[in-house]
């Protein structure tokens, strides 16, 4: 099993800047690869950043050239650097890992909130 804790969000002014975190355990070296996800009031949940155990990632096109996503030792953990925040970056973040090629475990979410 994996499990994961996230942490970092908050409240922050348009063009601020967060860093989000969440911290894989259990059978951690079983991980392919680790993503960002966010929900919007009223709106579908979305992938904003996908990081794989290869080192590559990918990225929604409405966070590109704001959002980084990277990882640290064996993809215990996952980082989400968000900078020039705008209010429709406002959602629930949830961190997932998907794992043994078949399973997906998600943090609980953090709240992201861009005031304007």
């Known amino acids: 099993q994996v499990q994961m804790v996230e942490s970092g969000g908050g409240l922050v002014q348009a063009g601020g800047s967060l860093r989000l975190s969440c911290v894989a355990s259990?059978?951690?070296?079983?991980?392919?690869?680790m993503r960002w996800y966010r929900q919007a009031p009223g709106k579908e949940r979305e992938m904003v950043a996908v990081i794989t155990s290869g080192g590559s990632t990918n990225y929604a096109d409405s966070v590109k050239g704001r959002f980084t996503i990277s990882r640290g030792n064996a993809m215990n953990t996952v980082y989400l650097q968000m900078n020039s925040l705008k209010p429709e970056d406002t959602a629930v973040y949830y961190c997932n890992a998907h794992w043994a090629a078949i399973y997906d475990s998600w943090g609980q979410g953090t709240q992201v909130t861009v005031s304007s």
């Open positions: 259990g059978n951690i070296f079983s991980i392919n690869a």
